[in-house]
């Protein structure tokens, strides 16, 4: 049984921060390749980040050097942080797990990823 939860979301200003959480059960990132991906209002969603199972990460060029990827082996959950956020990072989150390596950046993430949590908004003015 797989499931995701996010959370960490929230409305900052401009050059602001949030961290993102996405808290895993029924499998550990040992075990699976993971992402997190987002979808702005009238967009199609994309590929933000990649923590893939041997610890390598990937990131979009639009977030490259603002956002961090990494996980918490202990507690099993994956984290974005987001620095010096843009009002274009506004969208909604999702984090997303896949059992087998997906390219990246993902050209379908629903059809690729088996997995996904519920998201949470973030807001930047």
């Known amino acids: 049984d797989v499931q995701l939860v996010e959370s960490g979301g929230g409305s900052v200003q401009a050059g602001g921060s949030l961290r993102l959480s996405c808290a895993a059960s029924?499998?550990?990132?040992?075990?699976?390749?993971m992402g997190w991906f987002r979808q702005a209002q009238g967009k199609m969603r994309e590929g933000v980040a990649l923590h893939d199972s041997d610890g390598s990460t990937r990131y979009a060029d639009s977030v490259k050097g603002r956002f961090t990827i990494s996980h918490d082996n202990a507690k099993n959950i994956l984290y974005l942080q987001m620095n010096s956020l843009k009002p274009e990072d506004t969208a909604m989150y999702c984090c997303?797990?896949?059992?087998?390596?997906?390219?990246?950046?993902?050209?379908?993430?629903?059809?690729?990823?088996?997995?996904w949590g519920q998201g949470t908004q973030v807001t930047v003015s």
């Open positions: 029924g499998y550990t990132y040992s075990t699976m390749h």
């Open positions: 997303a797990a896949s059992p087998l390596r997906r390219p990246w950046p993902p050209l379908n993430p629903m059809t690729e990823y088996a997995y």
